[in-house]
């Protein structure tokens, strides 16, 4: 990435992509030769792994009892509901039914 020298906003390729050319204030500067190292991105083969049929969420566990099954054990995660000055409401997902409820469903 290569930052402008007048306004200091990202620059890109121009036409040719022998030089940059900032998005903001039209200033272009000529490329390097070592530039290209950089900006290239390299070829990395990743293997497709199947984790549909995992029993983990990736979610911590705790002791809450479900109030459709009664299963002691559920995932739990916070999220922010109201207004950002108030706090998180915490979720609960049964780890059995994956019934969700709130922490302060009663």
Known sequence: MKF???CGS???????EDHWVCGSCGSEIGRDDGDDEWTTQSQVESEIVDVSDAEDKGLPT???RCPECDNDQAYWYMQQIRAA???ETRFFVCTECEHKWREDDH
């Open 10 to 16: 990202m620059m890109k390729s121009g036409e040719g």
């Open 62 to 64: 705790t002791t809450a």
């Open 85 to 87: 000055d108030e706090s």
């Open 4 to 6: 402008c020298d007048e």
